[in-house]
């Protein structure tokens, strides 16, 4: 490390750091200051933003994907009435557009921004394509398919000083709606630092093929026995995905989607070239009955099927009114196939099989089962990913739980040539 000086690069670790949500990284080089993400963590006690970063100080901001980990902070940012651009796909504007909206909307607690930042936000979006670079005077950016969500991009970041790769959240593995992350395009011998996530670091995923069957049987042999399925599952990315793979196992039963996983399903259809297989695509949305009304609603619990809802991690949405219809009846299943952060009711629910609803702990007789069908890199895929860097190139560990990540570092150490840094939240490298 050296004395900060014109020339040199500087990364400051603003969220993200032994926690998964709430990504957010400055860079610095010469008079730009370019950030990476500006996301919130979801918590009991409220959303937590990254440290505060001056919008005065930010030349430029790019966008990973929509979700809210990576997303949810960047109108405050805004708040001042500053214009900063932010590079991102177009898929990833409309997203972000539906996810922030609702974010207002359902916040029980006071966020510092409203919809005019929202909006200010939104029209500060330059979209970039994949594999298509930008550049800020002497700066590069270049937006790489990340294979995570729909839109989701890694930034390749080219300075004359170093070379920066972000990766965002990454997927290696085909899915039934996605392709993986085209690492093809990244020339890995000039790269000197790369920022990457650690979600799964500890955790190796199921091979996926065998996963997929597994599901569809499940859900055969609870509606099979009279019974309803309830997959709480992310509006953007793992709702379509779960619809995907029902309806390339050709499953025979009723599937409803419900809550904002319509809209985001809306918004995918006007962008064909970000889904891997759009004719299944469109299938598998047509073959799903899509709630409009309470009336509707009513009517899904009265047969044996499938429903495909957010939110997710059970924090809310059109889930939590099917699981308390169904959660008193043994023959009915709540499949997870999301991540279920710690402390969240998803989780709570998959430790104990209790829900509390209000203020009641209920039992949950229904069965639980939780199906990895992650979008982010395991164990496996992220040593994959790390075998292609080249000897003594710097790597940070992010977005990932503490104990995890600091295993991870370690088995890093023991298995490649590289310089693994484990950063604290707030922490400043220069370079």
């Not at 005019?116 to 670079?133: D, F, G, P, T």
């Not at 990244?186 to 995923?205: C, G, L, P, Q, R």
């Not at 196939?337 to 702990?361: C, M, N, W």
Request: one cysteine or more.
């Amino acid at each position: 490390m050296v004395s900060y000086e014109k020339n040199n690069i500087r990364l400051s670790f603003l969220g993200g750091c032994g926690e998964v949500g709430r990504v957010a990284i400055k860079i610095e080089l010469k008079d730009k200051a370019l950030l990476l993400d500006y996301g919130v963590a979801l918590s009991e006690d409220g959303p937590k933003f990254p440290y505060h970063v001056r919008p005065r100080e930010i030349t430029s901001i790019v966008l990973s994907h929509a979700h809210l980990d990576h997303s949810g902070a960047l109108p405050y940012l805004f708040s001042s009435g500053i214009s900063i651009p932010i590079y991102t796909t177009s898929l990833t504007a409309k997203l972000s557009k539906l996810l922030l909206d609702d974010f207002l909307h359902i916040s029980g607690y006071h966020l510092p921004f409203e919809e005019q930042e929202i909006k200010l936000c939104l029209n500060s979006v330059r979209a970039i394509r994949y594999s298509r670079s930008i550049t800020i005077e002497d700066v590069s950016i270049r937006a790489i398919n990340a294979g995570h969500i729909p839109g989701s991009i890694m930034t390749l970041i080219e300075t004359p000083r170093s070379n920066i790769l972000f990766t965002g959240d990454f997927n290696l593995v085909k899915t039934q709606l996605l392709n993986p992350a085209t690492l093809s395009k990244v020339d890995f011998s000039k790269i000197d630092i790369v920022i990457m996530e650690s979600t799964y670091a500890n955790v190796d995923h199921p091979e996926r093929q065998k996963l997929e069957k597994e599901f569809v049987e499940k859900c055969r042999e609870v509606v099979d026995r009279g019974g309803i399925v309830l997959v709480p599952a992310f509006a953007v990315g793992r709702s379509q995905e779960i619809l995907c793979v029902l309806r390339r196992y050709n499953f025979e039963y009723p599937i409803v989607l419900d809550g904002m996983a319509r809209q985001a399903s809306r918004i995918l259809l006007s962008f064909p070239e970000f889904v891997r297989d759009y004719k299944l695509f469109k299938s598998a949305l047509s073959y799903a009955t899509w709630i409009t009304g309470w009336s509707e609603r009513r009517r899904a619990l009265k047969s044996p099927g499938v429903i495909v809802t957010p939110a997710g991690m059970l924090k809310g949405g059109a889930a939590l009114y099917y699981l308390y219809k169904i959660y008193k009846d043994p023959r009915n299943a709540v499949f997870l196939v999301s991540y279920q952060i710690e402390g969240t009711p998803g989780r709570e629910l998959l430790e104990t099989h209790k829900f509390r609803f209000k203020d009641t702990l209920e039992e949950v007789k229904a069965e639980v089962k939780w199906f990895d069908f992650s979008a982010h890199c395991g164990r496996k895929e992220l040593f994959k990913f790390l075998s292609l860097l080249k000897p003594g190139t710097k790597v940070f560990i992010i977005h990932g739980e503490q104990e995890a990540i600091k295993q991870f570092a370690m088995d890093i150490n023991e298995t490649f040539d590289l310089e693994v840094i484990v950063p604290k939240m707030g922490a400043t490298y220069t370079y």
